[in-house]
């Protein structure tokens, strides 16, 4: 079994939170906040601090994930970001795609949601074939 480089997993989970920062706030913030059926209101009224440590959290857990799949495997780069994007795309869009499916949530959110986690699955893994 292979070590995990945890300065990889934090900066990992790190660059998903920073592509999750511009994605729900330069580029389709307001488009996101309309679908996901959010006032200004509600937003303001979230514990920000809760809400972005446990989305850092669950980002740091995905990487510690990843992180633990290389240092087994020890794929290629081109592996690791098959498997970086291939996770987003195999696993957590067919996940949130069935939730909103029940949730009848919309088209245009689903897609948002959906390249938030495929670009941030890129950008871990980008990461990770630095420190590879």
């Not at 290629?76 to 994007?85: A, K, Y």
């Not at 949530?105 to 670009?119: M, T």
Request: charged share 10%; net charge positive; glycine share 12%.
């Amino acid at each position: 079994m292979g070590n995990v480089n945890l300065l990889a997993v934090f900066l990992a989970a790190a660059a998903f939170f920073i592509v999750g920062a511009i994605w729900y706030s330069a580029l389709f913030g307001k488009v996101w906040q309309r679908e996901a059926g959010l006032s200004d209101e509600q937003i303001k009224s979230g514990n920000a601090a809760l809400i972005f440590g446990l989305c850092f959290l669950f980002e740091l857990l995905i990487a510690l994930m990843l992180g633990h799949q290389f240092a087994m495997t020890n794929p290629s780069t081109r592996g690791i970001m098959m498997i970086s994007v291939g996770f987003a795309i195999g696993i957590m869009v067919p996940a949130i795609g069935i939730n909103y499916l029940f949730q009848r949530k919309s088209g245009k959110l689903f897609a948002i949601d959906a390249g938030h986690f495929i670009v941030g699955m890129a950008a871990m893994g980008g990461v990770f074939v630095y420190f590879s």
